[in-house]
């Protein structure tokens, strides 16, 4: 989550699920027609808020041409939909944007332009999530809005959850985005005129040290009989685990999987995430979990650890934590524990090191 302030005054600190595959940067506004419950008192900009300006219909990043979007009485109206079938509509507007630096104050960035969302539909929200933080390459995301001010560059580094208590990091952006050092690895992001989420040039896959052999065209995108794009391999931070497109890809992949597990004999049992979950023995498992590595083009590899792609559930369930997608193959939050990444917008070049995130200042 990313730590935000809004308004003028800056009441309080909101928190929003930082997702890289999404545009707008949108949170919740009062009046409500559908809100979820959230732990913060619901932003009301009428009431809290002197910077708070809902833009014009004729305002160039007000795209009427989007679907749900619209014009009510002069004001923008945009509508947001997800892959899981959830949905954000509400008003954009104009609104000062804080955040707490690494200087102990907070920066501002004025005019910026966000959703104030008053209409969300069966969002996978907690109570103490506001909202989502868009990180594409859409004009209105914040990467693109700040583009020239920060040189189109951001970095983060997720640390793994804790039982107890999520542990802090940074977002960083210009200069500090940049990483240096022997580890770090830098691969291209595709270019796609009607695709503004970060498409990476996945060519193979290795499961426990064994490669599948797969055909760089089983990544590749390709427009369906609606003319719009498919497929591809993309990296998204508002996705919580890995998935692999169906009907190819996920299918080998799994199968290798299971394949690997079957010498043990474990007993296999079900879940409503995940197909692939064993039945742990009283003893626990003592063999070696498997590990799973990203080739792309170029030789670069990325490693994902066995702890991340294989998880506990509950007290004796272990499970591939790997999932089918209809549309496209994606490298989720969790497979992005402990590494480092580096976004530049400007070149399309996507960096990456291993590192211990709890501990990156």
Not at 12 to 27: F, G, N, P, Q
Not at 80 to 106: C, M, N, P
Not at 218 to 235: E, L, P, S, W
């Amino acid at each position: 989550m990313v730590e935000i302030y809004i308004g003028t005054p800056a009441r309080r600190k909101y928190y929003l699920v930082m997702d890289t595959a999404s545009d707008i940067l949108w949170m919740q506004c009062k009046p409500c027609i559908r809100c979820w419950k959230q732990s913060k008192p619901i932003f009301h900009p009428v009431k809290e808020s002197s910077s708070f300006d809902p833009i014009r219909c004729n305002h160039t990043l007000c795209d009427l041409g989007r679907p749900g979007w619209k014009c009510v009485k002069g004001q923008c109206h945009y509508s947001i939909g997800y892959g899981d079938g959830s949905s954000s509509k509400g008003i954009l507007a104009f609104e000062t944007l804080g955040f707490a630096s690494d200087r102990h104050q907070k920066e501002f960035v004025r005019n910026f332009i966000f959703g104030c969302a008053n209409d969300n539909r069966d969002p996978a929200m907690t109570k103490e999530q506001s909202g989502v933080f868009g990180l594409n390459m859409e004009p209105l995301s914040l990467a693109r809005q700040l583009l020239e001010l920060i040189g189109g560059r951001f970095s983060y580094c997720l640390p793994p959850f804790k039982s107890n208590k999520q542990p802090l990091s940074r977002l960083k952006f210009g200069d500090e985005a940049i990483l240096r050092g022997p580890q770090v690895r830098t691969i291209r992001i595709i270019h796609a005129p009607t695709l503004i989420t970060y498409l990476l040039p996945l060519s193979d896959v290795s499961v426990a040290g064994h490669r599948l052999g797969f055909k760089s065209k089983d990544f590749a995108i390709h427009k369906n009989d609606h003319g719009n794009v498919r497929g591809g391999f993309i990296i998204d931070s508002g996705t919580s685990f890995t998935a692999f497109k169906s009907g190819g890809p996920y299918e080998r992949i799994i199968e290798t999987f299971k394949a690997y597990f079957e010498p043990f004999k474990l007993r296999p049992t079900n879940s409503e995430l995940f197909e692939v979950c064993y039945v742990l023995p009283h003893e626990g498992f003592k063999e070696t979990l498997p590990s799973m590595t990203l080739h792309f083009s170029g030789g670069v590899d990325y490693l994902v650890p066995p702890n991340n792609v294989v998880v506990k559930l509950g007290v004796n369930k272990l499970c591939v934590a790997i999932r089918s997608f209809p549309e496209a193959s994606i490298l989720g939050e969790r497979n992005q524990f402990n590494y480092h990444f580096s976004y530049n917008i400007k070149e399309k070049l996507l960096s990456f090191a291993p590192a211990d995130c709890s501990r990156v200042v």
